[in-house]
């Protein structure tokens, strides 16, 4: 067990924050995190007051977003200098013999500190196209490194292990913090793992376990998203 300063950081596909609303407020604030990395944030009309109004359910505060993603921090944590940069990817994708368009992706991140030492957190969304995401990757990554910093990576990236992208992620030398921690969609019947949290060298840290977390229900979890959430405690290694 670590006994030296920890940061617990909640990732979260909220589907729009168009489910149960108080479902997720109440898994959310059970997981109790200084920083959450939101995707699939609410948007359209109102997005600025709907996303803090969703922070305001959770007990957090709206600090900054690109698309579809945000990061929400708790009191007496602070996430500066964001960066947020749109991602490029194709407007078309075709799925057997059906062609659907895809929403413009985006990224988003920014500087903190844990026992002292700068790191940074970094959210993301990829898109369906199998080789857009791809392309998607490699600007996401290069907006990581831009920080000069340690880094988490985490966010919803549309594809189970052993797919293209989930190596890219190993050959960039990043570890899988969520390799034990089970499939996360659909909630109401996880069977594949597509939400990732990855972890640069120089840090530390692990996956929280649902079931661990007191206050955590399955009823909550099923109602509050199509997604499960992944609660990351980072440490000094």
């Not at 991140?109 to 969304?125: D, N």
């Not at 079931?211 to 199509?226: F, P």
Request: proline share 6%; net charge neutral.
């Amino acid at each position: 067990m670590n006994d030296g300063p920890s940061m617990r950081v909640l990732s979260y596909n909220v589907h729009r924050w168009g489910d149960d609303r108080e479902a997720l407020a109440r898994v959310v604030r059970a997981c109790a995190p200084d920083v959450m990395l939101v995707q699939e944030a609410p948007t359209w009309w109102g997005t600025r007051r709907k996303r803090e109004a969703m922070a305001a359910t959770f007990g957090l505060r709206y600090v900054a977003a690109s698309a579809r993603n945000a990061i929400l921090v708790a009191k007496g944590t602070e996430v500066v200098d964001p960066l947020h940069w749109r991602v490029w990817r194709p407007f078309v994708r075709r799925r057997f013999r059906f062609i659907a368009t895809q929403l413009a992706g985006g990224s988003v991140g920014g500087r903190t500190s844990l026992g002292g030492v700068e790191l940074a957190l970094v959210v993301c969304h990829l898109g369906l196209h199998i080789r857009g995401r791809q392309h998607e990757l490699e600007q996401v990554l290069r907006g990581c490194k831009s920080f000069n910093l340690p880094y988490l990576l985490v966010g919803d990236l549309n594809e189970e292990p052993g797919g293209p992208v989930w190596d890219r992620l190993a050959a960039e030398g990043l570890t899988d913090l969520g390799v034990d921690a089970g499939p996360t969609f659909h909630s109401d019947n996880p069977v594949k793992r597509i939400d990732g949290a990855h972890l640069s060298p120089g840090l530390a840290g692990r996956v929280i376990p649902l079931d661990s977390i007191e206050g955590v229900t399955r009823a909550d979890l099923v109602a509050g998203s199509d997604h499960l959430p992944m609660l990351v405690e980072l440490n000094l290694p």
